[in-house]
C-alpha cells in the first residue's frame, strides 16, 4: 500500500525511532472479538498487511479445523469505513488462493448478515469488515465459527497461532475477484433470505399497517437505512421519517463526535427532527446496524432515552408475549444476558418460568450459550447486554439491531392502538418484577500499576500496602493456604451487608458470604467460579442484602476502571432504591475505589 508504506519511510527518514517502535514492535493481537485498531501503517495497526496476514492465517486455521472448510466456504462482508471494502477484497483473496469458496456480499453489509449467511450456508465461518460505533479511524476484523456465532476461547489462541505461522503476506491483487469461477455474491439472496427468516416475529401484520405508527429513525452515518426500510415494509409498518443528515453512509461521521446511539447528545438531531414533526418516538442503529436504541416523547414533554437494560426488559416481556402466542411452553424458552446488565430478567424468569442464564460480556458467550440450550431442546427467546445488543430468537446468533427495531417498532404500534406509550409498558414490568435502577460509569485510570493496586486493595485489603492505612469498613478473613494469601474483601457496600462474591480474576465465588462471620480456610477445591478465569483482567462481582448488584472490571481497550451498579426494590419503592443507589455510589469512589486518593 503506498501510503502506509509513506507513512513509514517518512519516519525512517526522520529518524522518529519512538513513533517506529509503537507502529512495529508489537503486531496488533487477534482475540475474541478478532482484530480491532487505528487505520495506519504498522504490524500494531489495521492496514492492508495486517488483514492479509490475518486472512492467511486465519484460512489455514479453518481449513485445518472444519470438516470440508473450503467446499463449505466463507462468508465475507464490509460495511462503510475507509478501506473496509479493500479489507474485505483482500480478506476474499488469501481465502481463495487457499482453495475456498467464498459467499461475498460486494455491496455495503451490516454486521448481522454475515453470521446469519453462515449459519443460513452452513458455510465453515465468516468474516466481517467493521469497527462497529468506534471512531472514524478505527477499523476491524471480526470472526464467526461455522454455527454462525462469535468465536470463543479457544479458538482465538488456535488462529492466533496460525496469523503469526503465516505472517509474510502472499498476495495483493484484488483485480477480477467478482468474476473468480469460487466467488459468489449473494447481497441480494441473503438478504431475502434474513428478512423472511426474520418475519417469524410478525405477530398482526394487519394492526400493525393500521397502526398509523410515526417514529424518526437514524442509522448514525452508517449502512442500516436501506435494510431498515426493508424490515418495515416486511412487517407492514409505516415507513420511517428520516434524519436527512444522517440518512446515508459516511465513513467520517461528521454531524456526531462518537457515532454510538449510547452516548450523550448522539440522539439530538432526531430528536430535533421528530419535534419538528410532532412525532413523540425516536428509533437508532449504530453504523454497522448490530445495535438498536430508542428514545420516547413523554407526556410532560420530555424526552425518555431507554437505557440498555431498560430496552432488555421491553423486548424480554414481548419475546415472552410472542412466544405464547404461539403456543411455547414457557418453561421451554430460553433467555441470556450478560453478566453486567440487569437482573430484571432473572426476575422474570423466576416469575414466569422461564429458562435463563446469565453470561460473561460479550455475544460470544451469549449466543452460543443460547445455541448449547437449542441443542438441548430449548426455545431461543431472547439474549441481551446493556450495551444496546439484542438477538431475538435465532436466525443470527449475534446482536442484530435490524430485527430488533422492527419489533420493537411492532411492540410500540401495537401499544399505540389501545393509546399508550411505550414508557407505560416499562412501567408495567416494573410493577410486575419489581423496580431496577442503574448507575453504569467508569474512571480513568491511565497507569495500570495503578489499577492493580486499587483491585488488590479490594481483594486483600490494607495489609499487603505497607502504608500503615486502617480500613474504613470490616472485611472476610479467607486464608488461601495454597495461595499463601488471604482474601480480605469488604463485608458491606454503602453500609449494606454483602452476600455473595465472585472473583472472575483469581478463582473465587462464595454465596452467603453475610453467613461465613469468622475466619475461613479455603481450600483450592472450594469455591470455584463457574465462569472462566483470568489472571489477564480484573473483574469482581458483589450482591449485596438491599437487592444490590456491583460488578467492577477493567476495560480491554481503554484506559477505564468500570462500574456496573444495581439495585431492585421488590415493591417498587423507587426512592428507597435511588436513596440506596446513591449510598452504593458514593461507596465505590470513597472506600472501593478511594477516587480522591488516587487522583481519579
Same mark, same amino acid.
Given at each position: 500500500?503506498?501510503?502506509?508504506?509513506?507513512q513509514i519511510e517518512a519516519l525512517v527518514e526522520s529518524k522518529d525511532e519512538a513513533r517506529l517502535e509503537t507502529l512495529l514492535r508489537h503486531p496488533v493481537e487477534f482475540g475474541t472479538a478478532g482484530l480491532r485498531a487505528?487505520?495506519?501503517?504498522?504490524?500494531s495497526r489495521l492496514n492492508q498487511v495486517t488483514i492479509i496476514t490475518a486472512s492467511q492465517g486465519l484460512s489455514a486455521y479453518v481449513e485445518r479445523e472444519v470438516k470440508d472448510a473450503r467446499s463449505r466456504g466463507v462468508v465475507v462482508g464490509h460495511d462503510h469505513r475507509h478501506n473496509s471494502q479493500v479489507f474485505a477484497l483482500l480478506t476474499v483473496r488469501a481465502f481463495l488462493d487457499r482453495g475456498f469458496k467464498v459467499y461475498f456480499y460486494s455491496g455495503l453489509s451490516f454486521t448481522p448478515q454475515v453470521p446469519f449467511a453462515v449459519k443460513h450456508l452452513r458455510a465453515a465461518c465468516g468474516?466481517?469488515?467493521?469497527?462497529?460505533?468506534?471512531?472514524?479511524?478505527?477499523n476491524g476484523y471480526k470472526v464467526y465459527w461455522e454455527n454462525g456465532a462469535q468465536i470463543k476461547p479457544p479458538l482465538d489462541v488456535g488462529i492466533a497461532k496460525?496469523?503469526?505461522?503465516?505472517?509474510?503476506?502472499?498476495?495483493?491483487?484484488?483485480?477480477?475477484?467478482?468474476?473468480?469461477?469460487?466467488?459468489?455474491e449473494i447481497s441480494s439472496s441473503m438478504l431475502d433470505a434474513y428478512i423472511e427468516a426474520t418475519k417469524v416475529h410478525v405477530q398482526d401484520i394487519?394492526?400493525?399497517?393500521?397502526?398509523?405508527?410515526?417514529?424518526?429513525?437514524t442509522p448514525m452515518h452508517g449502512v442500516g437505512a436501506p435494510f431498515a426500510k426493508r424490515i418495515v415494509e416486511a412487517f407492514g409498518l409505516p415507513a420511517y421519517v428520516p434524519v436527512p443528515e444522517q440518512l446515508h453512509p459516511d465513513p467520517d461521521f461528521k454531524t456526531v463526535s462518537f457515532p454510538n446511539p449510547e452516548e450523550k447528545g448522539a440522539l439530538e438531531m432526531a430528536k430535533a427532527t421528530a419535534d419538528s414533526r410532532g412525532i413523540g418516538l425516536v428509533v437508532a442503529n449504530d453504523p454497522d446496524a448490530d445495535r438498536f436504541a430508542a428514545a420516547e416523547k413523554q407526556s410532560d414533554g420530555s424526552w425518555l432515552a431507554f437505557t440498555g437494560d431498560q430496552l432488555g426488559t421491553i423486548f424480554a416481556a414481548a419475546v415472552l408475549e410472542n412466544t405464547r402466542r404461539d403456543g411455547i411452553p414457557d418453561a421451554k424458552v430460553a433467555m441470556v444476558n450478560s453478566t453486567v446488565s440487569s437482573r430484571m430478567?432473572?426476575?422474570m424468569a423466576r416469575k414466569e418460568g422461564f429458562h435463563y442464564a446469565d453470561?460473561?460480556?460479550?455475544? *460470544?458467550?451469549?449466543?452460543?450459550? $443460547? %445455541?448449547?440450550?437449542? +441443542?438441548?431442546?430449548?426455545?431461543?427467546?431472547?439474549?441481551?447486554?446493556?450495551?444496546?445488543?439484542?438477538?431475538?430468537?435465532?436466525?443470527?446468533?449475534? *446482536?442484530?439491531?435490524?430485527?430488533? $427495531? %422492527?419489533?420493537?417498532? +411492532?411492540?410500540a404500534a401495537g401499544l399505540h392502538a389501545r393509546g399508550k406509550r411505550v414508557a407505560d409498558y416499562l412501567e408495567e414490568q416494573y410493577s410486575r418484577y419489581g423496580y431496577f435502577v442503574s448507575s453504569n460509569l467508569y474512571f480513568i485510570c491511565p497507569d495500570p500499576a495503578k489499577t492493580n493496586r486499587i483491585f488488590s486493595r479490594i481483594r486483600f485489603g490494607n495489609g499487603d500496602g505497607g502504608d500503615g492505612e486502617q480500613d474504613s469498613v470490616?472485611?472476610?478473613e479467607f486464608a488461601r493456604p495454597h495461595r499463601n494469601d488471604v482474601l480480605r474483601y469488604p463485608r458491606t457496600i454503602g453500609g449494606f451487608a454483602v452476600s455473595y462474591i465472585r472473583d472472575l480474576t483469581i478463582g473465587f465465588e462464595m454465596r452467603d458470604v453475610d453467613k461465613h462471620l469468622g475466619p475461613l480456610t479455603v481450600s483450592e477445591s472450594q469455591f470455584v467460579p463457574s465462569f472462566p478465569v483470568s489472571a489477564g483482567s480484573h473483574m469482581i462481582t458483589f450482591e449485596t442484602s438491599n437487592g444490590g448488584r456491583l460488578t467492577m472490571r477493567t476495560s480491554g481497550t481503554e484506559p477505564k476502571l468500570k462500574y456496573y451498579l444495581e439495585v431492585r426494590n421488590a415493591d417498587n419503592d423507587r426512592q428507597a432504591a435511588a436513596r440506596d443507589l446513591q449510598l452504593m455510589v458514593q461507596a465505590i469512589a470513597d472506600e472501593l475505589v478511594q477516587a480522591k486518593k488516587n487522583d481519579l
Open positions: 500500500d503506498p501510503k502506509t508504506r509513506a487505528r487505520m495506519e501503517a504498522g504490524y468474516v466481517m469488515i467493521t469497527a462497529s460505533h468506534n471512531p472514524k479511524d478505527d496460525c496469523i503469526e505461522e503465516h505472517s509474510e503476506p502472499k498476495n495483493w491483487d484484488v483485480s477480477g475477484i467478482a468474476q473468480h469461477p469460487d466467488v459468489e394487519e394492526q400493525n399497517r393500521r397502526s398509523g405508527l410515526q417514529y424518526v429513525y430478567l432473572e426476575a453470561t460473561l460480556t460479550g455475544f *460470544k458467550w451469549m449466543a452460543n450459550e $443460547l %445455541a448449547s440450550m437449542e +441443542q438441548r431442546g430449548y426455545h431461543i427467546g431472547f439474549g441481551y447486554e446493556e450495551a444496546i445488543g439484542y438477538m431475538i430468537g435465532n436466525p443470527v446468533l449475534d *446482536k442484530d439491531g435490524i430485527s430488533a $427495531l %422492527a419489533v420493537f417498532l +411492532q411492540l470490616e472485611r472476610t
